[in-house]
């Protein structure tokens, strides 16, 4: 059910007040370590808003979204290590992951792939790259002054910096307010673009894309488009990912982190873009929290949690609540008809 104008801004303004009380505020009350775990759950959540945008908006179903993660991630590395200044790269690893959907995008779309194959389509890219990844270990393989390092990584990458000035990097609260505040940004900008034109139109194609493309519509550039904006996304996800740990390697592009994506969708609530960035925030702390025993695989763990909200919860925690919120509403009660005077 749509909710009123009103409804809408409303939502929009406290979900915008929340995240910036959280940015602000958790530098204030959290220490170093504890910052830096925030950004890791930040860089997931941005992964999962790219996923959320194109497949609860627009309808696509990508399998393959750790491939522009990877990419923006691998994309910030060779970048830092040649410019020695983050600035640049972090316009790279947006630009190259979205020009990259877009040009994956072009031929699945204007070549007219169905649904199913996009799935697939985008699957199989993602384990080429990981496998391409793997396999560039020698030291032939490099980008400049940037050595690939197969499956060995590229470790100590330089953080964020401050723009123009390389040698000011920033410390954790510093990359906190970069990655809060790029989340942030994201948020307010899909919510701006959804309540365009562009939005409505995607978001009818998403309903029925026949009737969208007999109306005049060209679905394809719409689809194309929306596939290279969840592109930039995820490519900004991977950049902060590898800002984090000063290190990338080919597990980016693992199955698991577009298994995560999807997972944190479905657990938040699809069609909602507030939801997949809570369910990335409880992903992620059940995958930290798995990595501390031994008893339960964390892929078999997310797998658990898959088929338990699948099954129970098939809506989201997001959209369940809202609508346990409005069966708890007490019905307005009906309006007494005048009687009507009897004519003469």
């Given at each position: 059910?749509?909710?009123?104008?009103?409804?809408?801004?409303?939502?929009?303004?406290?979900?915008?007040?929340?995240?910036?009380?959280?940015?602000?505020?958790?530098?204030?009350?959290?220490?170093?370590?504890?910052?830096?775990?925030?950004?890791?759950?930040?860089?997931?959540?941005?992964?999962?808003?790219?996923?959320?945008?194109?497949?609860?908006?627009?309808?696509?179903?990508?399998?393959?979204?750790?491939?522009?993660?990877?990419?923006?991630?691998?994309?910030?590395?060779?970048?830092?290590?040649?410019?020695?200044?983050?600035?640049?790269?972090?316009?790279?690893?947006?630009?190259?992951?979205?020009?990259?959907?877009?040009?994956?995008?072009?031929?699945?779309?204007?070549?007219?792939?169905?649904?199913?194959?996009?799935?697939?389509?985008?699957?199989?890219?993602?384990?080429?790259?990981?496998?391409?990844?793997?396999?560039?270990?020698?030291?032939?393989?490099?980008?400049?002054?940037?050595?690939?390092?197969?499956?060995?990584?590229?470790?100590?990458?330089?953080?964020?910096?401050?723009?123009?000035?390389?040698?000011?990097?920033?410390?954790?609260?510093?990359?906190?307010?970069?990655?809060?505040?790029?989340?942030?940004?994201?948020?307010?900008?899909?919510r701006g673009l959804l309540a365009t034109w562009f939005g409505?139109?995607?978001?009818?194609?998403?309903?029925?894309?026949?009737?969208?493309?007999?109306?005049?519509?060209?679905?394809?550039?719409?689809?194309?488009?929306?596939?290279?904006?969840?592109?930039?996304?995820?490519?900004?996800?991977?950049?902060?990912?590898?800002?984090?740990?000063?290190?990338?390697?080919?597990?980016?592009?693992?199955?698991?982190?577009?298994?995560?994506?999807?997972?944190?969708?479905?657990?938040?609530?699809?069609?909602?873009?507030?939801?997949?960035?809570?369910?990335?925030?409880?992903?992620?702390?059940?995958?930290?929290?798995?990595?501390?025993?031994?008893?339960?695989?964390?892929?078999?763990?997310?797998?658990?949690?898959?088929?338990?909200?699948?099954?129970?919860?098939?809506?989201?925690?997001?959209?369940?609540?809202?609508?346990?919120?409005?069966?708890?509403?007490?019905?307005?009660?009906?309006?007494?008809?005048?009687?009507?005077?009897?004519?003469?």
């Amino acid at each position: 059910m749509t909710l009123p104008i009103s409804s809408r801004l409303l939502s929009f303004l406290t979900v915008t007040g929340l995240g910036l009380a959280a940015l602000l505020i958790m530098p204030l009350f959290l220490d170093g370590f504890s910052l830096l775990q925030a950004t890791l759950f930040v860089a997931v959540a941005i992964l999962a808003l790219s996923q959320a945008f194109l497949w609860g908006y627009a309808g696509i179903l990508s399998f393959g979204q750790a491939a522009f993660f990877g990419l923006g991630g691998y994309t910030y590395a060779v970048g830092v290590i040649n410019f020695g200044d983050s600035t640049g790269a972090i316009a790279l690893s947006i630009l190259i992951p979205a020009a990259f959907a877009a040009l994956l995008g072009y031929f699945m779309f204007y070549g007219r792939i169905s649904d199913a194959y996009v799935g697939v389509i985008t699957l199989t890219v993602t384990t080429i790259l990981y496998e391409l990844s793997n396999s560039t270990s020698g030291d032939q393989y490099r980008i400049g002054s940037a050595q690939l390092g197969g499956f060995n990584g590229m470790p100590g990458l330089a953080p964020f910096n401050i723009p123009g000035e390389p040698d000011q990097w920033l410390d954790e609260k510093g990359t906190w307010y970069v990655a809060m505040g790029a989340l942030l940004l994201i948020y307010v900008l899909l919510r701006g673009l959804l309540a365009t034109w562009f939005g409505r139109v995607v978001i009818a194609i998403r309903e029925n894309e026949t009737r969208a493309m007999l109306v005049g519509y060209d679905v394809r550039f719409y689809k194309l488009a929306a596939f290279a904006i969840s592109g930039a996304i995820a490519g900004l996800g991977g950049c902060i990912y590898a800002a984090w740990g000063g290190f990338v390697n080919p597990s980016v592009f693992a199955l698991s982190m577009s298994a995560q994506a999807i997972v944190s969708v479905l657990v938040g609530g699809i069609g909602t873009l507030l939801g997949p960035i809570l369910g990335a925030v409880i992903m992620q702390a059940l995958i930290n929290l798995s990595g501390t025993q031994a008893v339960i695989n964390p892929s078999l763990g997310m797998g658990i949690i898959l088929v338990i909200f699948v099954i129970l919860v098939p809506q989201g925690i997001l959209p369940s609540i809202a609508a346990l919120i409005s069966k708890l509403k007490p019905a307005p009660h009906p309006i007494a008809a005048k009687p009507q005077e009897a004519k003469p």
